[in-house]
């Protein structure tokens, strides 16, 4: 429980970051939809497949470009 506390968490701040929140949930769901699809044929409707998909690609880029913006902020 930790890890994933540390995960969502920036370093140095104590509050959960919802960004982060909503990618990794997002990233579960992308992946549960994967295994249904691929092991109990289940079909996932292909565009909730890349709308979801997109959201994980979206919170990953602005979580990343949150991480650049703060050390050029601080030079």
């Not at 092991?39 to 880029?61: D, R, S």
């Amino acid at each position: 429980m930790n890890f994933i506390n540390k995960m969502l968490t920036s370093e140095g701040e104590t509050y959960v970051s919802s960004k982060r929140v909503i990618t990794f949930l997002a990233f579960v769901l992308l992946a549960i939809g994967f295994i249904a699809e691929l092991f109990f044929e289940k079909k996932v409707n292909p565009q909730t497949y890349e709308v979801m998909m997109y959201i994980v690609i979206g919170g990953l880029g602005f979580t990343t470009s949150e991480k650049f913006v703060k050390k050029t902020e601080n030079k």
